[in-house]
């Protein structure tokens, strides 16, 4: 089917997507070029009309006209393909974290690029899931998705969790990274099953969160800076913990 109006509904429905009050209801997200696609099951495809990659394997596509394409899409150079995919329905009940769990758990994590960055780093690493509380930024949002690489695609990630009572509940070793740790990440035993505790970019981990932990650990920081970015400690920690599982 081709568009032509900025006023047909399924331009529209893209359009609202962009937002995440949107997202929350119709319980829809959109990816944007042909990696990201071909990571994703979409609902239906949207393509610009010189678009010359194989649409074939999509049950819905969508043309239209170059401008209106590139009015919607949200990249500066768009490959002339997007799709709009269903928010996977995971529910935190239903995680069961084995003798050898791995999880990277995020309390109000807030920019979108570190938190794709996160999800592709515990991916790389081979977590089981991404835990987030409530105020972490939105994983379907369009930097977000483009920041995991499609690594968003390939493990679970929990929202809007309730931190409290998952770290009350689970059996999983949890090692918060905090500058109150009593001793360094690198002394400190991670292997078995272990859980990833990494906190706001501004304020770290609140006192509660904390308290919870099983152990504060530090990561060392000999020069000036009295904070590190999110993303960052994020991938130190746990490629800490993942030397020590394969070593």
Do not use: W
Not at 45 to 71: C, H, K, N
Not at 203 to 215: C, H, K, M, R, T
């Amino acid at each position: 089917m081709y568009i032509e109006s900025s006023q047909n509904k399924i331009i529209k429905e893209i359009n609202s997507l962009k937002q995440k009050k949107y997202r929350d209801k119709t319980g829809l997200f959109i990816v944007e070029g042909e990696r990201l696609i071909s990571e994703a099951s979409p609902e239906y495809v949207l393509a610009r009309e010189d678009y010359t990659g194989d649409l074939d394997g999509f049950e819905r596509v969508y043309t239209t006209s170059a401008a209106l394409f590139d009015r919607v899409s949200d990249t500066v150079s768009p490959q002339g393909i997007l799709g709009v995919c269903k928010i996977p329905e995971n529910n935190i009940n239903e995680f069961v974290g084995g003798e050898n769990a791995f999880v990277v758990i995020l309390e109000r994590v807030a920019d979108p690029g570190n938190l794709g960055t996160i999800i592709r780093t515990a991916d790389a690493a081979g977590a089981d899931a991404v835990i987030l509380s409530e105020g972490c930024a939105d994983p379907y949002n369009l930097k977000t998705i483009r920041s995991t690489m499609g690594s968003v695609f390939h493990l679970p990630v929990y929202r809007n969790v309730d931190l409290k009572a998952f770290l009350r509940d689970t059996k999983i070793r949890t090692f918060a990274a905090h500058l109150k740790g009593a001793k360094s990440c690198y002394d400190t035993d991670m292997s078995g099953s272990v859980g990833i505790i990494i906190g706001n970019e501004a304020n770290g981990l609140s006192d509660e969160i904390s308290g919870l932990a099983d152990e504060l650990v530090k990561i060392p920081m000999p020069g000036r800076a009295e904070s590190m970015n999110a993303a960052v400690a994020a991938g130190i920690m746990i490629y800490e913990a993942v030397r020590q599982r394969i070593k």
